[in-house]
Each structure stands twice: as structure tokens, then as C-alpha cells.
């Protein structure tokens, strides 16, 4: 089988039932991403939840409708033909779906703003372990600040190759991801989104030099108050150093004087 829209499609029904166990579906509003063939759908289905499926293949579309009709015509099941990197995402209470990883970065920061009670995910190893990654460490990045501000992550399990169809290059591991308010003041979400993707862009920057090569996206006032107002000893810091209290920090510096 040739994977369609990078898909690969999850077939091991030991590990679907070890998905589903990890989120309170039950009764539950649950939205699936990438649903492929239908296995998590039904197991899902199964467990008592009423599931919103968005699908971007149309022959899928098609074959989903098919398989799960008598589940659409009584409301437990809705699919969304469509991207879901560009869709309006329906409500729903809680995502569990085995993303796309080509598109997890983005899928994943809408999830983020669109709000949810828990997400159960599925990435590439190495894409979740960077999403883990200690912020403040040499291993994290603008992936890690953005995600711990808002969510615990919980590496739960590692999947091989062999659990799909058909088979993907790299293992892949299960996340499930815990909404949370920031743990410190963030004045404006969309500067702090911006500074923290800035500084990551200049990695190997001083905090000094990194804002200062923003300062077309964040403003030049913006970013001169906070150069000006900042201690030595943060502007001297690289991204990777910076806790997610001075990113909060920061980014409410660069946020524009009323």
C-alpha cells in the first residue's frame, strides 16, 4: 500500500487499544485527525465517544463514510472533508489522532489555541522528544517553549515501523498533551509567539542579537525599549538558555506602548 498525503496508516490493534485507554472518551466530544482507513475511528466509536473527523483524502472520505453510515445517520460520528492545517476545527472536547507528520508543527500549535481537555498524539520519535525537551537545555527550541507554555507533554509510548501500513521510515511515539495556563504573565500571545520563533531563528545569537535582527517583525521602538531595559545578563544569553519565565519576560517587553 503506498502511503497517501503522508499517511501511514496505523494497523496494530494492541497499540489502538493503548491510545484510546490513555484519554476519558467515554460520552466524549473526541476529534480525529488523518482518520485514514478508520481503525482508531472505531475503536474510538467503540469506547463511547462521538467523534469529529477531519480527512483530507476524498477516496478516504468516501470509504469513511461508507464503513461508519449507521454511526453518521444517529450523530456519533461527523467527517470533515478537508486540511487541517486550514479548516475550521469543529468543537470538541478532547483530539486523539495519529497526525500527519509532515504537518504536526502546525496542526499541533492550532490544536494549542483552538483549546482542548487532553490530546493524545501520535509523532515522529524525534519530533515529540524535541517537543520534551527540558526548556533551557541545549536540546530545546522554539517547538518546546511554545508547547510547555501552554501543556504538559507526557511521552507515553514508542511505536515501530511495523505497527503501520504501510511501514514509515522512523519509529514514532505517542504524546499526550495536558492543557494548562501559562506559568507566568504573557501579555500579548501573538509577541510572545513572535519573539520566541525570532530568537529560535537566530539560535546562535546573543538574546541582544536576535531581537535586534527582528526588529522588522516586532517593531524597531518594540525592540529597542526591551534591548534598553533587559539586564546584560539576559541580552548575553542564547535562546536555548532562557527559562520560560524570561521568554514571558521579553516577549512583554516588545509588546507595543499603547
Do not use: F, H, Q, T
Given at each position: 500500500m503506498k502511503a497517501r498525503h503522508d499517511q501511514h496508516f496505523l494497523t496494530d490493534p494492541r497499540a489502538v487499544?493503548?491510545?484510546v485507554a490513555l484519554a476519558p472518551v467515554s460520552g466524549r466530544r473526541v476529534l480525529e485527525i488523518g482518520p485514514g482507513e478508520g481503525v482508531l475511528t472505531?475503536?474510538?466509536l467503540s469506547a463511547g465517544a462521538r467523534v469529529v473527523a477531519i480527512e483530507l483524502d476524498g477516496a478516504l472520505?468516501?470509504?469513511l463514510?461508507?464503513?461508519f453510515a449507521p454511526e453518521m445517520a444517529s450523530g456519533r460520528f461527523e467527517l470533515v472533508h478537508g486540511d487541517a492545517v486550514k479548516v475550521p476545527y469543529p468543537s470538541f472536547d478532547i483530539v486523539v489522532a495519529?497526525?500527519?507528520y509532515s504537518a504536526s508543527s502546525p496542526i499541533t500549535f492550532?490544536?494549542?489555541e483552538a483549546g482542548f481537555e487532553s490530546a493524545v498524539l501520535m509523532y515522529q520519535r524525534e519530533f515529540a522528544e524535541r517537543m520534551a525537551a527540558r526548556v533551557g537545555t541545549p536540546?530545546?527550541?522554539r517547538l518546546s517553549v511554545m508547547v510547555q507554555t501552554y501543556a504538559d507533554v507526557e511521552l507515553c509510548f514508542n511505536l515501530r515501523p511495523g505497527a503501520f501500513s504501510p511501514p514509515p521510515k522512523v519509529a514514532s511515539t505517542v504524546v499526550r498533551l495536558t492543557p494548562h495556563d501559562p506559568p507566568y504573565f504573557i501579555a500579548d500571545r501573538g509577541v510572545y509567539a513572535d519573539v520566541v520563533r525570532e530568537l529560535f531563528s537566530h539560535r546562535r545569537k546573543t538574546v541582544r542579537n536576535g531581537l535586534r535582527g527582528a526588529r522588522a517583525s516586532l517593531g524597531k521602538e518594540n525592540v529597542e525599549r526591551a534591548v534598553r531595559e533587559l539586564p546584560e545578563e539576559i541580552l548575553s544569553m542564547r535562546p536555548e538558555e532562557l527559562s520560560l519565565m524570561l521568554f514571558a519576560m521579553i516577549a512583554n517587553l516588545c509588546v507595543p506602548e499603547e
Open positions: 487499544r493503548r491510545i472505531a475503536e474510538l472520505v468516501e470509504d463514510s461508507s464503513r495519529n497526525l500527519p492550532r490544536l494549542l536540546e530545546c527550541g
